[in-house]
């Protein structure tokens, strides 16, 4: 049989564990992020120093997610705030609401526009498709292609943009949190010449998409967009447009349709009939489809359904 002092020491022990695991989740960085995308890579670079919760879900529109009393909470619980920027976020997040911006309800100082706990990733990365001029008149991209995440290479300088501004928050964990975007770094490497060598035979291949959100991914691995469903990013697409786009399709020989899951399938279905293009649903953010789990997995995920499409 075990002694008294036996039971009291091992109690204790519990206790000082409990308490350091409370304190340790106490000190964590609070982080928010506009999108899953953005959360995976703070999750990736941050790793156990970091709270991380994203306010849109995978399978969302970015450029217009719901907000609520919840978005409210976790907002004035952050230490920093990361968006995609670009505009993405206006509908929702801008500083010009008709009401005032959740970022503003939520009464948080450390994450006021301009603070260093609100950081807008966007100078961090490669955009492409900038209009010039710059121009509302074309839809909600008016200062070029806020989807830039889905380039591999951005998703690199994204990670080591989100490392700098945790390690400026938290000096003290600074080389954990470069040791960390090594690692990932390294991992992600290794998965960019994976991807390359698998999507190279496809090179000067042809889709159309729903939304122009495909544009970094498309220039990075070769492929050529023939247009996109929608009028406009945003704009609803109308039968004119329609009927020019699918003559187009015909004349170019384009045999996909890239829809994201926010959108519905009925045009790029009447699309497809007209034109004997495939329609292949492909996630444009971690958790648009519950395979994907991560940042690399998206990118594994898209690169793997095209190119069976494509065979």
Known sequence: ??????????????????????????????????????????????????????????????????????????????????????????????????????????????????????????PSVQVVEVPQPSTRGQGIHPLGNPHYWLDPENGRRMARAITTRLSLLRPNDAAYFEARFAAFARRLSDRERFWEKRMKPYRGYKVVSYHRAWGNFLTRYGLVSVGEIELFPGIPPDDKHTDELIREMKRQKVRVILVEPPYKLTNPKRIAAETGAKVLVVPGSVGGVAAVRDYVGLIDYNVESIIKTFQ
């Open 1 to 122: 049989m075990r002694s008294a002092g036996f039971v009291d020491t091992f109690l204790g022990t519990l206790l000082l564990a409990t308490i350091g695991m409370h304190a340790t989740a106490a000190t964590r960085l609070r982080v928010v992020t506009s999108t899953t995308d953005l959360a995976s890579l703070a999750q990736e670079v941050g790793g156990d120093r970091v709270e991380v919760k994203s306010l849109a879900v995978g399978y969302e529109d970015p450029h217009f997610v719901p907000t609520n009393a919840s978005s409210l909470l976790t907002l004035k619980r952050a230490d920093l705030f990361i968006v995609i920027g670009l505009e993405m976020e206006n509908a929702w997040l801008g500083e010009r609401l008709a009401v005032p911006s959740p970022v503003i309800q939520c009464a948080n100082p450390r994450i006021r526009f301009g603070s260093t706990g609100y950081f807008d990733l966007s």
